[in-house]
């Protein structure tokens, strides 16, 4: 799938990953199995429990493969969470409800030991980039859950990672702040060119923010189709209506269709 | 806008009026009268064994005004605890081993050096519980145990112990406020410490942050709302940790000594303006806490309720 020539920022090969629990093991991922280049803006897209999340977690090291190989920015994920090359957004804000908006987006640069100046001027450029400047010294509280959202983009920007991670950042979300929301997104991506990886369970969020688009479904958890979209770089929430998106949506209609299990 | 603000603080000032400031003197008012019947019903009987053995006529109205004024009654009335505060708060110099203000002072001095033993061993204790497993299998068990154990029992033998180690005075006092203190401490401090949810933890380690920064940027903020809530609770108790060591060791200083001397002589009266004393302190320990726990929370952000 990737050209010639172009070195993937991560590299997944027969990748497989099995909860120990209680009654029975789960396998949670198995032989997984892609490439995802720099500047991708990659949806893993299937049902609860298809292991989006999970294959999500594995390249942040936040849980280990059971067997497989993987690389991130050619390193294992240890040595790339160790180097701070992603920032991971939740799917809760996860704001400390203690640290002002500003605040929150400096902690992850008061561990990195910058300075107070070059803090707070990361601090104001990210909080710009999602449309919040004015709000530095406001608590999370006092700002809605979509305003928080956007708090806690702008803190995974300030690391200034070539890989931006997404866990159904918007899932909480009602659908007008969403669409919004990816619009703005969107935006982000073409100005900072960065690599996104982005969770979702919706068709229309995965088709339209995507280049890349892959398919999952669950018991086991596989990547059942791998789509890669044609649609313009820069596009508007008019394209949903477009003969090509509805296409694609098709396909990862499809997909979804064919790798569920309607036997519970 | 000048008169919707003036309403709106006239009807605060109603509805304080009505439903605070009303029950509440209604109730202290009640309180009063029950004290003084009780008063009357208390003393009575040793006043009319009195009357007949002096072969004295009594009315019904001598028997009320006697049992509210005698030297050494069983209940005494308010009034009386009310002139005895007056003579040993106001009226004797606070150097004075008469005046009240003094034993307060030697009371509060051994609270406050035992609140602070106690919060510094309770966070000590909840930081290795959290952070070390094997110290929160095998202490946890100990310093519950500790608490099962009545202080009364316990306290002679500390002071003794430590009296043989060289240490008299305050510091064995503050010792037991401390035995008492520390464990509303350690509990809180470890509910605290745990509370950070697994997002928050998550977030840390994508930082790759160490486990002290995760301590210092995660753990202990978190923890602050639970370290005032036993800080409250623990201010209190070290009160009674304090007065408590006064009573096995026939201290001479402090609100317990005043407590024990009252009851060796039956003075009444000195015991109850001891007792008032000591709630007094006791509300006014509990409300600084409280009022620096508004302080820091603010600071901290917390949503106003």
Known sequence: MSEAGIKPVIAIEKLNLIFETADAPVHALADVDLNINSGDFVS?????????????????????????SISVNGMSPEEARLKRA??????????????????????????????????????SKNLSLVNLEGFEKKFPWQLSGGMQQRVSIARALAVEPDLLLMDEPFGALDEITRDHLNEQLLKLWDQTKKTVIFVTHSIPEAVFLSSKIVVMSPRPGKIIDVIDSDLPRDRTLDIRESPEFLEISH?????????????? | MTETTVHIGGSLWHRLYNWKVFPVSVIVLAIIVIWYAGAVYMNSSRLIDNYERSKTDWTWEQL????????????????????ELNKTVFQKKITSKRSLVYHAWVTLSSTLLGFVFGTVLGVVLAVGIVHVQTLDRSLMPWIIASQTIPILAIAPMIIVVLGHLGLTGLVPKSIISMYLCFFPITIGMVKGLRSPGVLQLDLMKTYSATASETFWKL?????????????????????VGAIVAELPTGAVQGLGARLLAGSYYGQTIQIWSALVVASLLGMMLVWIVSLSETVVLRKMGVQPS
């Open chain 1, 86 to 123: 992603y920032g991971y957004v939740f799917q809760a804000p996860a704001l400390y409800p203690w640290r002002t908006v500003e605040k929150n987006i400096m902690l992850p640069l008061e561990i990195m030991n910058l300075s107070k100046d070059q803090q707070r001027a990361r601090a």
């Open chain 2, 64 to 83: 009320v005004e006697d049992s509210w004024s005698m030297e050494r009654p069983i209940l005494p009335a308010p009034d009386q605890i009310v002139v």
């Open chain 1, 251 to 264: 396909r990862v209609r499809e997909g979804l269709r064919s790798g569920h299990s309607y036997d519970d």
């Open chain 1, 44 to 68: 893993f897209i299937g049902p609860s429990g298809c292991g989006k999340t999970t294959l999500m977690r594995v390249i942040a090291d936040l849980e280990k493969p059971t067997d497989g």
């Open chain 2, 219 to 239: 753990r202990i903020p978190a923890s602050i709302p639970f370290l005032f809530a036993s800080l409250k609770v623990a201010i209190a108790i070290s009160l």
